[in-house]
């Protein structure tokens, strides 16, 4: 039985990278042995362990064959006979697949190493097409390393595309390689790789072409939601609701999305009763962090909107007693709200 941590522990280690969590293989060993050490079983699909004191992730050596379409479709096999190298050759890209032993020695059969100082995306054998979602994250290390992606890895995942093995993608999983790759620190590369290989064009062809915007939210460390706004800035309502359909967008990414392109329209407005609309629209006096957020999606995707007098707009208007209106019209609330709003926003405009 022999032990080895593998995939992006060692790839990142190898940059220079912080190391966040380990993943380790086990050669040789059945799932009594791993039990008999104390290790918990927690794999469904294939054996998988954890430690008993690090409660890191121990998976046995195992083969996968294709043996239908999507990211079921395979077939396990996982035994003490299976060797590192054959386990680590069922692995995506090169720099995933190297291992390191306990005496802190490399494997690496496929030369992920080389390819790691040469700044290369190489997939490790033709096994890349049965998994889809490998396009995917292939773009998101793109996005991570600026990498290139060696033109036959390029040329794979092109045909995927074309031969419509990309078409059995589940929409969670989408969703969870695209959000993660628009958090990296070039987000646009991720869309640039997606549009080349004619994927985009499949899962979300509303989405433009230009993305100087997303990188700007990308430097500005903005959160998820708001990256997500500015990618789908200027898209008609419709769109983004059969984008975050398609995607299975979460709420609060689709929320604020969805709220942007409404208020889109009255953003550059500087009279009170398009300002009062825009607030309401934007529900920016009961939730203020939200509004806050896009207008930020607002200044990422159009930087020459100014927003100081919104905000001031926004303080005057919040500053009215509700409460005392309520007490005082108590008929008709609305309207008199509103009419106070409207008459101290016009009051700092």
């Known amino acids: 039985m022999k032990v080895f941590v593998v995939g992006g522990a060692v790839r990142d280690e190898l940059l220079g990278l912080p190391v966040a969590d380990r993943d380790w293989v086990v050669v040789g060993a059945t799932p009594e042995d791993m039990a008999r050490q104390g290790f918990r079983p927690v794999g469904k699909d294939f054996p998988v362990f954890l430690h008993p004191q690090t409660h890191e992730e121990y998976a046995l050596a195992r083969t996968e064959r294709k043996s239908g379409r999507g990211y079921k479709g395979f077939t396990v096999y996982s035994a003490p006979d299976v060797t590192l190298e054959q386990d680590l050759a069922r692995r995506d890209l090169t720099i995933n697949a190297i291992a390191k032993d306990e005496a802190g020695r490399l ?23 049965e998994d889809p979602v490998r396009i995917l994250r292939v773009a998101r290390f793109v996005a991570r390393f600026g990498f290139r992606i060696a033109e036959e890895t390029q040329a ?70 708001v990256r997500f706004a500015v990618l789908a800035w200027g898209l008609p309502e419709a769109a983004i609701e059969a984008l975050c359909e398609r995607l299975k967008v979460p709420n609060e990414e689709r929320e604020l999305a969805l709220t942007a392109c409404r208020c889109r329209p009255l953003l550059e407005s500087t009279a009170p009763e398009p300002l009062l609309e825009l607030f309401k629209r934007g529900d920016a006096i009961r939730r203020r962090e939200r509004f806050e957020q896009l207008l930020q999606s607002a200044r990422l ?36 709200l509103d009419e106070a709003r409207r008459q101290v926003i016009a009051g700092v405009l």
């Open 107 to 129: 494997v690496d059969p496929y030369g992920g190493e080389r390819d790691l100082r040469e700044g290369v995306l190489r997939h490790v054998s033709e096994a890349f097409e």
């Open 156 to 225: 794979l995942m092109r045909r995927m595309v074309d031969s419509g093995e990309a078409d059995h993608l589940v929409a969670e999983r989408v969703w969870q390689e695209f959000s993660r790759g628009l958090m990296e620190k070039h987000p646009a590369r991720m869309l640039q790789v997606l549009e080349r290989c004619g994927l985009s064009a499949r899962v979300m062809p509303e989405l433009k072409s230009e993305h100087a915007a997303l990188e700007r939210a990308a430097l500005a460390l903005a959160p998820s939601a």
């Open 301 to 336: 995707a159009q930087p020459e909107l100014k927003f100081d007098l919104v905000r001031k707009a926004l303080d005057a208007a919040a500053s009215v007693d509700a409460g005392a209106i309520a007490k005082q019209f108590p008929q008709d609330i609305s309207a008199h």
